[in-house]
């Protein structure tokens, strides 16, 4: 079955960015601009009811749900970076005691500093000098050992976003990539930033957007609640679902677990190395995926490249699995919105929007529409060479599809 697509000009959005509307607390990869959830919930005429965002990321869909009334807003992300952003965002802390917090933690540090008898231990982050300089290494054990003192969880937590990215910007990483690579031999050289003076002007910019943007519309009535694990019907159930999936498995589209890997480490995640394996895709596949509208496109993936056939098969298994899971948390007349792209692979699209609504209509929903949009806001190439031959190229992702269905009967039984 091919379910029906839109043109939708209003959803392109062109030219405008995340930060128009609801800054980033942190950079996070592939972040779905809120203005296009705003617009979504409004069109459907969604203002009440719980929210849920199974692949939450950085929180787009809640600053959404904020924007147009919703209060109870739930999500989870296997990222543990993903779920500290999110979590700050969301949570109503005290200005007065995150300020009274900076205070006391600016003169621990540089008082402790001062002492060059005090060395504290390294923490064991995986190739610690491959990555970190000796003294960037000891001031940032330095920040974190005075960060982790703080006995408020809401105002550690906090302080934990500005440190992840202190953590990036002052290793030997490239900053403008989202996956782990090391900078020429030649800028390391000339490459001593000062620790303290970063972390604590990303702590000042933190502070700033949290009490401008964030909390004024953090209300006593808000509940923003993720964590790293998957709700369970038997929990709770939701009105909307408003998400934006990953495109394909991490390793070979957004390396989310990449990114994240130095501040998940040094942030105390013993498995930041795992997470790219733990994500959707992540293992792959023993056989190809053969159902509905992708068994075709995988087929003829195979005969160019089996290897490359059974990690999409991967993908499409566990966003299958995925759906149906989201599926069963969802009441009888609730709306599912799901905002993705349709990746190439070996020259063959994957019709990614197709596949979400054909799952969903497995699962007891009606297919309402589909909207393409134009990719505006997310930086990619309009070409690049899949076979690295020169003169070889095709056209990357240059639309995005608003996929939206509506739950019409149960697809389980919750006694049985």
Not at 20 to 26: A, F, V
Not at 132 to 155: G, M, P, W, Y
Not at 386 to 402: Q, R
Request: aromatic share 12%; hydrophobic share 35%; proline share 5%.
């Amino acid at each position: 079955m091919n379910y029906k697509v839109i043109r939708n000009e209003k959803y392109d959005f062109l030219g405008q960015s995340y930060a128009l509307s609801y800054p980033n607390l942190h950079k996070y990869p592939a972040t779905m601009i809120p203005q296009i959830g705003i617009e979504l919930l409004k069109e459907l005429n969604i203002s009440r009811g719980k929210l849920l965002d199974p692949y939450c990321g950085s929180g787009s869909s809640f600053a959404s749900g904020l924007e147009c009334g919703l209060t109870e807003m739930f999500g989870f992300d296997i990222n543990p970076l993903a779920v500290l952003i999110s979590s700050v965002k969301f949570t109503k802390v005290s200005l007065n005691a995150l300020l009274e917090a900076k205070a006391k933690l600016r003169e621990s540090v540089f008082e402790f500093a001062k002492n060059e008898q005090n060395n504290l231990p390294l923490p064991n982050i995986t190739h610690l000098d491959f990555w970190f300089s000796k003294t960037v290494s000891q001031n940032l054990t330095i920040i974190k050992h005075f960060i982790d003192r703080i006995e408020a969880e809401n105002i550690k937590r906090f302080f934990l976003v500005p440190f992840s990215e202190t953590v990036r910007d002052c290793s030997f990483t490239r900053n403008n990539e989202f996956k782990l690579y090391k900078m020429k031999s030649e800028d390391i050289l000339t490459f001593n930033p000062d620790v303290f003076g970063v972390y604590f002007k990303k702590l000042n910019d933190t502070l700033d957007i949290y009490a401008t943007v964030y909390l004024p519309k953090l209300t006593e009535a808000i509940k923003v609640e993720v964590r790293h694990t998957p709700f369970q019907p038997s929990e709770m159930e939701f009105e909307v679902v408003l998400t934006s999936p990953p495109y394909g498995d991490s390793r070979t589209t957004v390396a989310y677990g990449q990114f994240s890997t130095l501040s998940n480490e040094w942030t105390g995640i013993d498995y930041a190395r795992k997470i790219d394996g733990m994500l959707m895709g992540g293992v792959k596949a023993k056989q190809l995926y053969t159902k509905g509208v992708m068994a075709d496109c995988i087929t003829e993936i195979s005969q160019a490249d089996l290897k490359r056939a059974l990690e999409v098969s991967s993908f499409y298994e566990d966003l299958g699995l995925s759906i149906e899971q989201v599926a069963r948390s969802v009441k009888k007349g609730g709306k599912v919105i799901y905002i993705v792209g349709n990746r190439t692979v070996k020259n063959i699209q994957l019709p990614t929007d197709q596949f979400i609504a054909e799952k969903f209509a497995e699962n007891g929903f009606k297919h309402l529409i589909t909207y393409q949009r134009t990719l505006s806001s997310k930086a990619m190439p309009s070409k690049n060479s899949p076979t690295n031959k020169t003169g070889k190229t095709v056209s990357t992702m240059l639309h995005e599809y608003i996929v939206i269905s509506e739950k019409q009967y149960p697809c389980y039984d919750p006694k049985g």
